[in-house]
T-cell receptor, first 113, second 116 residues
């Protein structure tokens, strides 16, 4: 069964610090991997997307990496801000048509002053 | 910008009631999806539609039905609401059907449904 596991489940960091969120997947075959940010009470919004041939992608203070050999991805947040407090969801697309995707359960990040 | 709207942000219904959740997208997207999101379980696909009047079951279709009479509108129907259907419901849309590396799903703000 295709699975996407994220760690940690939750994280608290001080404003201004960096952090890294992890995503391991067993999805096969693999098409692309996205990271979404979901603010409390809102729908997810895409941060980055990477195909299997890409190994890093940046979006402002967010940098996603992908190792397709080990089936691992990480999302690094630099110089965290209070507005980074949200859930971060890893989503893996497998190249099977119908745009079937598998969602991770997310990491809940809280940035405190 | 793509806009996906959902008819209600919060909804409270009683057990046995028929519930309609509406979703509208304004970017002429082919695909539309309904998910539910529960703590610790992530997003789970209920139904999706890749064209008007077409629908496909997702991973957890039991207790739900859908309707897509117009391209921009996708409705989720709970025929007889039960307490275990209390959840956050998210609608999404994407541009076209098929395997595309950049076929991003755009989500609505969600409807938090409570069934008493």
């Amino acid at each position: 069964k295709n699975q996407v596991e994220q760690s940690p489940q939750s994280l608290i960091i001080l404003e201004g610090k960096n952090c890294t969120l992890q995503c391991n997947y067993t999805v096969s075959p693999f098409s692309n991997l996205r990271w979404y940010k979901q603010d409390t009470g809102r729908g997810p919004v895409s941060l980055t997307i990477m195909t299997f041939s890409e190994n890093t992608k940046s979006n402002r203070r967010y940098t996603a990496t992908l190792d397709a050999d080990t089936k691992q991805s990480s999302l690094h947040i630099t110089a965290s801000q209070l507005s980074d407090s949200a859930s971060y969801i890893c989503v893996v697309d497998f190249s099977g048509g119908y745009q079937k995707v598998t969602f991770g359960t997310g990491t809940k990040l809280q940035v405190i002053p | 910008d793509v806009k996906v709207t959902q008819s209600s942000r919060y909804l409270v219904k009683r057990t046995g009631e028929k519930v309609f959740l509406e979703c509208v997208q304004d970017m002429d997207h082919e695909n539309m999806f309904w998910y539910r999101q529960d703590p610790g379980l992530g997003l789970r696909l209920i139904y999706f539609s890749y064209d008007v009047k077409m629908k496909e079951k997702g991973d957890i279709p039991e207790g739900y039905s859908v309707s897509r009479e117009k391209k921009e509108r996708f409705s989720l129907i709970l025929e007889s609401a039960s307490t275990n259907q209390t959840s956050m419901y998210l609608c999404a849309s994407s541009l076209f059907f098929g395997d595309s590396s950049y076929n991003e799903q755009f989500f609505g703000p969600g409807t938090r449904l409570t069934v008493l």
